[in-house]
């Protein structure tokens, strides 16, 4: 744990030296002391642990600086339904074109669909530009990304099984729609009140910090909640934090606070930990083309994609290059299908490594990207 902090903090010294942000420093350094370059560190399951401990708290931190009507738009679904098309056609073609068999294409097209949220919401957290029109454009389209993808990766893994069924479909939309619907007023209306009476308590005057634990206590169970109908982790962690906004509180420590602090510590480790992940090691030279390739077909079918429907939309040009760019990083998303894909021996452990390597070169420069607009922006 002391090593990792350590990494953190290198990484925030690394990412004021070359003017970027400290996703991008902690990410490359995490890199230089992993299996890629010096090995001083693997991706164990503590490793792992902690960094996803890092990505719920993250989400809930941003979720409780966002407003439900703000994000919860039909024009959003758009964006996303336009985003997971484009990458889905673009990845599946690509494939094809390198010479996979239909599974493996489909595996593929599949792992570019998701956008992973909290790459992008940090980075504009970071940059003080989460409650900008396009911020919160990204931010609700990525939450129905989440959806899409769940959809999305159900139905490969059904198509290349041959068991694919309109009935099965149906039901994981059912579930998903549910849970954020049911999450959200169960957290709005019912937590929130339950809170509120906690704060005038005996128990919370005499142990301010008791809401504290009560509130992570809440994001971890919706967190759990989310993998469990087969929504990410961090989805239902935004949720929480999404229900849980604008409630102030008289007795009780802060937890949006106390939620921050955390954050800062075990956030840094996520983003240490996605360069820890990668392995070039295993890249053939056939591979390496194909993740060039990939990469470029990931980056540009969602910019295309979802910064073309922002502009139907009525966005402004700028703002629309910004959702492009924002709905890019893949993230955990993708190396969730490419395990699978790799499980069911569609893909081999070349293309494995390509697809989680792409994950990262996605999530790598997002933030870059994103801060060169906002700054051409003014």
């Known amino acids: 744990m002391s090593f990792l902090l350590f990494l953190a903090m290198a990484g925030y010294l690394l990412g004021s030296r070359i003017n970027q942000s400290a996703i991008v420093g902690e990410i490359l350094i995490g890199v230089a002391v992993g299996p890629s370059l010096l090995g001083l560190i693997t991706y164990t399951?503590?490793?792992?642990?902690?960094?996803?401990?890092?990505?719920?708290?993250?989400?809930?931190?941003?979720?409780?600086?966002?407003?439900?009507?703000?994000?919860?738009?039909?024009?959003?679904?758009?964006?996303?339904?336009?985003g997971v098309v484009f990458p889905w056609a673009g990845g599946?073609?690509?494939?094809?074109?390198?010479?996979?068999?239909?599974?493996?294409?489909?595996?593929?097209?599949?792992?570019?669909?998701?956008?992973?949220?909290a790459i992008t919401a940090n980075a504009l957290r970071e940059m003080g530009k989460l409650q900008t029109d396009a911020a919160k454009a990204i931010i609700g389209a990525a939450v129905i990304d989440d959806v899409l993808g769940l959809l999305a990766l159900s139905m490969s893994a059904d198509l290349v099984s041959g068991v694919f069924s309109y009935a099965g479909t149906f039901v994981i939309i059912a579930k998903a729609v549910a849970?954020?619907?049911f999450g959200y007023l169960a957290g709005h209306y019912g937590v929130t009140r339950l809170i509120r009476r906690m704060d005038r308590s005996?128990?919370?005057?005499?142990y301010p910090e008791f809401t504290f634990i009560f509130a992570m206590m809440f994001a971890f169970l919706y967190a759990m909640t989310a993998e469990l109908v087969g929504l990410s982790a961090i989805v239902g962690a935004f949720i929480a934090g999404v229900s849980l906004e604008g409630i102030r509180l008289s007795n009780s420590k802060s937890f949006a606070e106390g939620a921050e602090y955390l954050y800062i510590i075990?956030?840094?480790?996520?983003?240490?930990?996605?360069?820890?992940?990668?392995?070039?090691?295993?890249?053939?030279?056939?591979?390496l083309w194909f993740l060039l390739a990939l990469t470029c077909v990931a980056i540009v079918t969602k910019f295309a994609g979802c910064g073309l429907a922002a502009r139907l939309q009525g966005m402004s040009g700028r703002d629309s290059l910004i959702v492009g760019i924002g709905m890019s990083p893949r993230g955990e998303i993708a190396m969730v299908v490419a395990l699978m894909g790799l499980t069911d021996r569609v893909i081999g452990q070349d293309i494995y490594t390509a697809?989680?390597?792409?994950?990262?070169?996605?999530?790598?420069?997002?933030?870059i990207f994103l801060k060169r607009l906002y700054r051409a922006k003014g």
């Open 45 to 82: 399951d503590f490793v792992q642990g902690i960094g996803q401990i890092g990505a719920v708290v993250m989400l809930f931190v941003v979720g409780m600086e966002i407003r439900v009507g703000d994000i919860a738009k039909i024009r959003y679904g758009l964006i996303a339904l336009a």
């Open 92 to 117: 599946y073609l690509l494939a094809s074109w390198f010479g996979f068999g239909f599974g493996g294409a489909v595996f593929v097209g599949t792992a570019l669909t998701a956008t992973s949220i």
């Open 179 to 181: 849970f954020l619907a």
């Open 202 to 206: 005996g128990i919370v005057k005499r």
């Open 266 to 287: 075990f956030g840094a480790i996520f983003f240490v930990s996605l360069g820890i992940l990668v392995d070039v090691r295993g890249l053939t030279e056939a591979a």
């Open 355 to 367: 697809v989680v390597v792409m994950s990262l070169l996605t999530t790598l420069v997002t933030p």
